[in-house]
């Protein structure tokens, strides 16, 4: 049982480039979330999903797209990269919104735009 | 809208002696909690969680928290540290009934354990 995998680990971009972080999971959970974490500020939920075909905003949305075809994956997408954008991002899935079970998270990725 | 608090960006401490790293929420309704802890370029593993119940939650590792209603506070706690527990930690909470149950974390408390 994977959990939760995210691709890539690493990954530098230039200023104004565009890239997709890659998240998918195989415990058939229906919440699927993204983090972005930044020194002394925790995590901050970038987008969430509830379901196929279902997204929503969280605390932090822009600059950053997301979709959710399958149940499985939920990726995330930098349509013009900034520096602000330098962060590590962390994928997370739950069974259920309104499930009392814990999240799940992915090991990161690390996204340094220069 | 929901807040969560970590007051110490780092606790030092030395093994063998209790741990307490500290925690406050605020939410407009009943609160889940949880605690997460983030070893060196992981990820983030479940400790453990208040959904209702006992106010004293055991959980991985040797951990507890004590669910406090009057003081809105979850503080993690540990007998006897470890070496190995040197990690980051994060305090979460989810506002049960409120739109999207969204998991709100706090800044995240460094805990470094000296032998």
């Known amino acids: 049982n994977a959990g939760v995998t995210q691709t890539p680990k690493f990954q530098v971009l230039k200023t104004g480039q565009s890239m997709t972080l890659q998240c998918a999971q195989d415990m058939n959970h229906e919440y699927m979330s993204w983090y972005r974490q930044d020194p002394g500020m925790g995590l901050r939920l970038i987008h969430y999903s509830v379901g196929a075909g279902i997204t929503d905003q969280g605390e932090v949305p822009n600059g950053y797209n997301v979709s959710r075809s399958t149940t499985e994956d939920f990726p995330l997408r930098l349509l013009s990269a900034a520096p602000s954008q330098t962060s590590v991002y962390f994928c997370a899935s739950r069974l259920r919104e309104e499930a009392v079970t814990e999240a799940f998270f992915g090991q990161g990725t690390r996204l340094t735009v220069v | 809208a929901q807040s969560v608090a970590q007051p110490e960006d780092q606790v030092n401490v030395a093994e063998g002696n209790p741990l307490t790293v500290k925690c406050t929420y605020s939410?407009?309704?009943?609160?889940?909690l949880f605690w997460y802890v983030q070893y060196p370029n992981r990820g983030l593993q479940f400790l453990l969680k208040y959904i209702t119940g006992d106010n004293l939650v055991k959980g991985s590792y040797g951990f507890e928290a004590e669910f406090n209603k009057s003081q809105t506070s979850f503080h993690l706690k540990k007998p006897s540290a470890l070496v190995s527990d040197s990690a980051l930690y994060f305090c979460?909470?989810?506002?049960?009934?409120?739109?999207?149950?969204?998991?709100?974390f706090g800044g995240g408390t460094r805990v470094l354990v000296k032998p």
């Open positions: 979460a909470v989810r506002d049960i009934g409120a739109a999207g149950n969204k998991l709100t």
């Open positions: 939410v407009s309704g009943n609160p889940y």
